[in-house]
Structure formats: C-alpha cells, structure tokens
C-alpha cells in the first residue's frame, strides 16, 4: 500500500501548514535486528511553499523508506544515491 498525503486540519500558527503521510504506518520497519517499529512523516512549512512539490517530495521519501524497508532513526542523515 503506497502512502497518502494530508494537510493538517490544524494550525497552530498563522501562516504555516502541516502535513503528514497517511499510511506509511501499515509497513513495520526495522530498527535494528531485535526491533522494529511503524512510522509515518510529519512536515511543517509555510503556507508560501507549493503543496504540490511538498506531496511530491514526501510521497517520494516514503517510496524510498518502503523501498528500504528501514525505520528512520533519531539524528539520521538521508542523502540521495
């Protein structure tokens, strides 16, 4: 199951928006060998960026975590191939 985008319903700051994968979460990832936990993307911007390339961008990220299979881990440091 590929994972969805919403825009948060709440704001909390005038000017910002909020959006989180929907999801992502149906995929258990590992942690470590011992470990493993479901996770989905929260990401807070200004309303002055494109909701598109944003989806567009996190909707990608997930396809990339699944594709991996691997759980994002405190302070870890994505780069591209």
Do not use: C, W
Not at 7 to 24: D, E, Q
């Amino acid at each position: 199951m590929r994972s969805m985008l919403f825009p948060s319903a709440i704001n909390l700051f005038k000017g910002v928006i909020t959006y989180v994968t929907l999801g992502l979460s149906h995929h258990v990832l590992a942690m470590n060998p011992e470990e493993s936990v479901r996770q989905e993307l929260v990401f807070t911007t200004y309303e002055k960026y494109s909701g598109g390339e944003i989806a567009s961008f996190l909707i990608t990220f997930s396809d990339f975590i699944l594709s991996k299979h691997q759980a994002l881990l405190r302070g870890d440091v994505v780069r591209p191939k």
